[in-house]
């Protein structure tokens, strides 16, 4: 319909550029048509009221306006119109066709495989019609493109679709031919990410329009598909692991479903869940134990359900390390009391995180437990990094902020910010606010400011709450299932004291609150600093827990045993290797990086910095990191991994230029793994992408078609600027739709004359 009215397709008007042909300069146009509108308002407000005297003053604007755009629309005819756009010219500029001929593009939808609808719409005349006009090029598409010259040569098996690397290659590869524009059949299931800004520019700098064609339902009816499943890459043994699901459906709104995570053949959790409304993302949170060291190769799935079209994307895979390397904690308390002996007990069955403690029993005597050699503690609290770095996590009881010299607490200070380790302060009488902490130099640590008054701590009752940020916290989980969870943090005792924390800064996340003195206060605050993070627990009477719940009951002891955890789980040695993501889809290319810190964890920029891969079936390599100019301590390295499998990574460094007796001086050493999985990808996002392929033709000059409208195409495709083109003038005045409007503009006058008497 719309060439019918305008003789020109859309394109034609979207490229080009409207100019007048006519020999008379334009301005004699504005004069014109001024002095037409002039001329009109004259005649009608002189002669018409006496023609009609009743006639409303806007009842002879809107005449005056018909007759105004009528004369308008005349003056511009003889002006001689035209649209001026570029054209390719014929049988001199390539048209390349790239045909999707990956796995997604074989779903079965109404009959017929989504490649084998765009193989019937090439062949229903679309590839004639183009031949006529242009030199016409086949390509299939997957993870490359590569020039076929027949459809019957297609065959959609290839796991991987990455349509911007198809489209870059292209464009390299015909970097000296004239591409007049590029057709694109897909379900726009990229699997890459996305088309990244380089490729499109690369296209628009050659002006080279891009037209998608999109195939594939748009709404599976019925389908349940795990988006993402997020888990932390690594863990301690035996420590409860969080993990976030994310997920979508169509059809199964409101059903029950079952969500696990399995290592192996082995169950780790299950529980059911309610499917939220048909498209809604949905996330959920799950909790389970690492269980023994070692790598995990983790399993996060939800049950297939009923009449499911696409089984294949129930379930995700992800990597975690889980170490068994033990980790220290120093804890420093200023007075006997029982909070002291409940946490050193609670921590005495755990073979990874171990504590050893200062108890200030009088003024000038220290009691000192749980030391791995006499050296240790031995002249105190710490006084040098090479001491006080060897913890990965500090624990202050009742201590006040004096009691540490402006040197230790500058360690203190660079033991979190720059160490990265862990930082926990509890409440007591000689604790916070108390304690004077609020003008020492490690008040900005604190994830509270606090009060500026003494008088804070309280020996009275005071009764724990969870937040919903403490529901979703490994810390506070007392249960893996959530509603058990909140039934047992309602069923605490209540503390024995209770200390008045402050106000939480920005940033900080309150994970429990506490009813004391007839208001809410919060008890447990956590926050990220440098590095490390910190936390303050306003209280010295969790001990109470222990004593007061039945036998058996461990809910104190899995309280501090995940607090401390937490503290010394992410704190980094010296070394620290990194991949941007462990699970490498169909694409082996990996970037190692390396963050290579000294004794005193300053940046090292002179280390000899080596990736060590070992691979399924006996594949070795060594990769050698280089150091980023603008970062220092950091090191990158790339690698391609050939074959599909698992992959394990020791990240060596060393200073070569520091040779001792044994030769160069190690930094330090890390491992990580990663893996490559082939043929999984083309499994998820199976619905068309139309989003991608209209983005894709609107930024490079294109359109996105559907299959049905592709006759269209070979008429609307030569109004192009890419190749080689002529300039041409399309007139404008005798399109059918200027008649249609010089006849509404007439009709409408005399229609509105004759309704108003004045005809």
């Given at each position: 319909m719309f060439e019918f009215l305008f003789n020109y397709p859309r394109s034609v008007f979207s490229k080009g550029e409207f100019v007048l042909l006519g020999a008379w300069p334009k301005w004699v146009l504005i004069a014109l048509l001024v002095a037409a509108a002039g001329s009109l308002a004259w005649l009608i407000r002189s002669r018409l009221p006496q023609a009609a005297p009743k006639l409303q003053s806007w009842r002879a604007s809107m005449i005056w306006l018909l007759q105004t755009a009528l004369a308008a629309v005349v003056l511009v005819l003889l002006w001689q119109p035209a649209i001026m756009v570029a054209e390719l010219r014929p049988q001199q500029n390539i048209i390349?066709?790239?045909?999707?001929?990956?796995?997604?593009?074989?779903?079965?939808?109404?009959?017929?495989?989504?490649?084998?609808?765009?193989?019937?719409?090439?062949?229903?005349?679309?590839?004639?019609?183009?031949?006529?006009?242009?030199?016409t090029r086949l390509y299939r598409m997957d993870n490359r493109a590569a020039r076929i010259g027949a459809l019957d040569e297609l065959h959609p098996a290839a796991p991987v679709?990455?349509?911007?690397?198809?489209?870059?290659?292209?464009?390299?590869?015909?970097?000296?031919?004239?591409?007049?524009?590029?057709?694109?059949?897909?379900?726009?299931?990229?699997?890459?990410?996305?088309?990244?800004?380089?490729?499109?520019?690369?296209?628009?700098?050659?002006?080279?329009?891009?037209?998608?064609?999109?195939?594939?339902?748009?709404?599976?009816?019925?389908?349940?598909?795990?988006?993402?499943?997020?888990?932390?890459?690594?863990?301690l043994a035996d420590s409860r692991l969080s993990a976030t699901v994310s997920l979508h459906q169509r059809g199964y709104a409101g059903r029950k479903a079952t969500l696990t995570v399995r290592d192996g053949d082995k169950v780790l959790t299950s529980r059911p869940i309610t499917l939220a409304a048909d498209g809604a993302a949905q996330t959920e949170a799950l909790l389970f134990n690492a269980g023994a060291a070692g790598a995990k190769t983790l399993s996060f799935s939800v049950e297939v359900l009923p009449d499911e079209e696409n089984r294949n994307n129930n379930s995700v895979t992800r990597l975690v390390?889980?170490?068994?390397?033990?980790?220290?904690?120093?804890?420093?308390?200023?007075?006997?009391?029982?909070?002291?002996?409940?946490?050193?007990?609670?921590?005495?069955?755990?073979?990874?995180?171990q504590v050893a403690s200062m108890l200030r029993t009088t003024a000038n005597k220290i009691y000192v437990q749980g030391r791995e050699n006499d050296k240790e503690l031995l002249n105190g609290f710490p006084m040098t990094s090479d001491e006080l770095f060897s913890y990965?996590?500090?624990?202050?009881?009742?201590?006040?902020?004096?009691?540490?010299?402006?040197?230790q607490q500058e360690l203190i200070h660079q033991f979190v910010d720059r160490r990265g380790g862990g930082l926990l302060l509890l409440g007591g009488q000689f604790s916070l606010a108390d304690g004077g902490w609020a003008a020492s130099g490690l008040a900005d640590l604190l994830p509270v400011t606090l009060p500026g008054r003494k008088g804070t701590f309280h020996r009275d009752h005071a009764t724990p709450m969870l937040t919903?940020?403490?529901?979703?916290?490994?810390?506070?989980?007392?249960?893996?299932?959530?509603?058990?969870?909140?039934?047992?943090?309602?069923?605490?005792?209540?503390?024995?004291?209770?200390?008045?924390?402050?106000?939480?800064?920005?940033?900080?996340?309150?994970?429990?609150?506490?009813?004391?003195?007839?208001?809410?206060?919060?008890?447990?605050?956590?926050?990220?600093?440098?590095?490390?993070?910190?936390?303050?627990?306003?209280?010295?009477?969790?001990?109470?827990?222990?004593?007061?719940?039945?036998?058996?009951?461990?809910?104190?002891?899995?309280?501090?045993?995940?607090?401390?955890?937490?503290?010394?789980?992410?704190?980094?040695?010296?070394?620290?290797?990194?991949?941007?993501?462990?699970?490498?889809?169909?694409?082996?290319?990996?970037?190692?990086?390396?963050?290579?810190?000294?004794?005193?964890?300053?940046p090292v920029v002179d280390a000899q910095v080596q990736a060590h891969v070992t691979g399924p079936q006996g594949a070795t390599a060594v990769v050698e990191l280089t150091p980023e100019a603008n970062n220092p301590g950091v090191f990158h390295g790339e690698w391609n991994a050939e074959k599909p499998g698992s992959y394990v990574t020791e990240i060596t460094a060393i200073r070569a230029n520091a040779k001792d007796a044994a030769g160069p001086?190690?930094?330090?050493?890390?491992?990580?793994?990663?893996?490559?999985?082939?043929?999984?990808?083309?499994?998820?996002?199976?619905?068309?992408?139309?989003?991608?392929?209209?983005?894709?033709?609107?930024?490079?000059?294109?359109?996105?078609?559907?299959?049905?409208?592709?006759?269209?195409?070979?008429?609307?495709?030569?109004?192009?600027?890419?190749?080689?083109?002529?300039?041409?003038?399309?007139?404008?005045?005798?399109?059918?739709?200027?008649?249609?409007?010089?006849?509404?503009?007439?009709?409408?006058e005399w229609l509105l004359r004759?309704?108003?008497?004045i005809v």
């Open positions: 390349a066709v790239l045909v999707d001929d990956s796995r997604s593009m074989a779903i079965s939808e109404n009959g017929a495989t989504r490649e084998g609808q765009a193989v019937k719409s090439l062949e229903g005349g679309v590839l004639n019609d183009l031949a006529k006009k242009f030199q679709t990455h349509i911007g690397d198809s489209l870059k290659q292209l464009a390299d590869e015909t970097a000296d031919l004239p591409i007049g524009a590029v057709v694109v059949l897909s379900d726009g299931a990229d699997n890459s990410g996305g088309i990244d800004q380089g490729t499109i520019a690369a296209l628009r700098n050659r002006h080279i329009p891009v037209h998608t064609v999109g195939f594939g339902l748009e709404q599976v009816p019925h389908d349940v598909e795990i988006s993402d499943a997020v888990v932390a890459p690594r863990a390390n889980v170490d068994s390397d033990k980790r220290r904690i120093l804890y420093v308390e200023g007075e006997p009391r029982w909070e002291y002996k409940f946490i050193r007990r609670a921590e005495d069955d755990d073979r990874i995180v990965q996590a500090i624990v202050i009881g009742s201590v006040e902020a004096t009691y540490f010299t402006p040197q919903p940020a403490g529901a979703e916290s490994v810390i506070c989980r007392l249960s893996e299932d959530p509603t058990k969870n909140a039934d047992r943090w309602k069923k605490l005792p209540y503390l024995i004291d209770y200390q008045d924390p402050g106000t939480p800064k920005p940033g900080a996340e309150v994970l429990a609150e506490m009813m004391a003195g007839g208001r809410k206060l919060p008890l447990l605050i956590t926050q990220n600093f440098g590095r490390g993070r910190t936390a303050v627990l306003a209280t010295g009477g969790t001990w109470r827990w222990q004593m007061s719940l039945p036998l058996g009951d461990t809910s104190h002891d899995d309280f501090w045993r995940q607090l401390l955890r937490w503290m010394v789980s992410d704190t980094p040695g010296r070394v620290v290797a990194s991949v941007p993501s462990q699970m490498l889809f169909d694409d082996g290319r990996v970037q190692f990086s390396a963050n290579v810190r000294d004794k005193d964890y300053l001086q190690e930094i330090g050493r890390d491992v990580l793994t990663f893996a490559r999985m082939d043929g999984v990808a083309e499994n998820f996002h199976t619905e068309q992408n139309r989003e991608l392929l209209q983005q894709l033709a609107a930024q490079t000059g294109g359109r996105y078609w559907q299959p049905k409208d592709l006759p269209g195409l070979a008429q609307e495709i030569p109004y192009s600027e890419a190749g080689i083109t002529i300039r041409e003038a399309k007139d404008l005045w005798n399109m059918p739709v200027v008649f249609l409007l010089l006849l509404l503009l007439r009709s409408s004759r309704k108003w008497g």
